[in-house]
C-alpha cells in the first residue's frame, strides 16, 4: 500500500497548536493502517527547535533528505517571529524549488506563515490570508498586498496552496482534510455539543465493539 505523507516544516518559536487538530487527524483519528507517515525538517543538520511553548523538538529529516515529490501535503504553522524565519536563508533556499513545482503537494500555511512562502517566491500570484499586521505587509516587497483575501481561510486552488488566520485553526484543519479528500463534516473539531446532556452509555468505550 502507498502511505499517505505529510512533511511539517520546523522552526523556532513555531505555534503547534495550529497545526496538531490536522496532524492528528490525519494519524490517530484514521484506522491504524491509513495513518499518514509524517516527517519533519528544519535544516541540514536536523537541529533541535524550541517551539513557541517551549517544546523541544527534533526533526526526524535534513533539507538534503527531503524529495517533495513523495508528498502528498507539505504543513506551515506560524510563528512569534516570523521575519527571523524569513532571514533564514538555507531554510528558504531550500523552499524555492516548489515556486516552479509542477504537480507539487498541496501547500497549506497558517497565520504568519505565508510570509515563509512569499520569500520563497512560492505565492506569486497567489490569492491569500496571514494573520500578519498591515505595517508588515507595508514593510516588505515580496509580500503582494493586491493579493491579500481577507477571509479566516482562503483556498487558491489554481495554485494549490491553502492559507488561514490563526485563529481559524480548526476551520484550516477541516479545509485542508476536505482538500485531500477526507468526507468530513464542516463542524468537525467542534468540542463538546452546548446543551447536550451525555448518557453514561455514550460516554463509556470499549476497545472492542463486540464487548458491548
Known amino acids: ?23 492528528d487527524y490525519l494519524t490517530v483519528f484514521q484506522p491504524m493502517n491509513e495513518w499518514w507517515e509524517i516527517d519533519t525538517v528544519s535544516s541540514e543538520d536536523k537541529k533541535m527547535i524550541r517551539s513557541e511553548d517551549f517544546f523541544q523538538l527534533v526533526p526526524n529529516k535534513s533539507f538534503s533528505e527531503i524529495n517533495f515529490e513523495e508528498y502528498n501535503l507539505i504543513l ?34 497558517i497565520s504568519s506563515a505565508p510570509m515563509i512562502l512569499a520569500k520563497a517566491g512560492i505565492l506569486k500570484g497567489v490569492k491569500f490570508t496571514a494573520g500578519l499586521f498591515e505595517e508588515t505587509y507595508n514593510e516588505f516587497d515580496f509580500l503582494e498586498k493586491e493579493n491579500v483575501v481577507r477571509q479566516p481561510v482562503v483556498y487558491d486552488e489554481e495554485h494549490g496552496i491553502i492559507t488561514a488566520i490563526g485563529f481559524a485553526y480548526r476551520e484550516f484543519a477541516v479545509k485542508v ?15 463538546v455539543p452546548k446543551g447536550h446532556a451525555y448518557t453514561e452509555e455514550e460516554l463509556t468505550f470499549y476497545m472492542n465493539p463486540e464487548n458491548r
Open 1 to 23: 500500500m502507498v502511505k499517505n505523507k505529510a512533511l511539517v516544516l520546523l522552526y523556532e518559536n513555531m505555534s503547534m497548536s495550529e497545526i496538531t487538530l490536522l496532524t
Open 76 to 109: 506551515f504553522s506560524g510563528d512569534i517571529d516570523p521575519v527571523a524565519v524569513t532571514e533564514d536563508k538555507s531554510l528558504i533556499d531550500f523552499l524555492k524549488p516548489l515556486s516552479d513545482m509542477t504537480n507539487r503537494p498541496l501547500i497549506a500555511a
Open 177 to 191: 482534510a476536505q482538500i485531500l479528500g477526507y468526507d468530513i463534516p464542516d463542524n468537525s473539531f467542534s468540542g
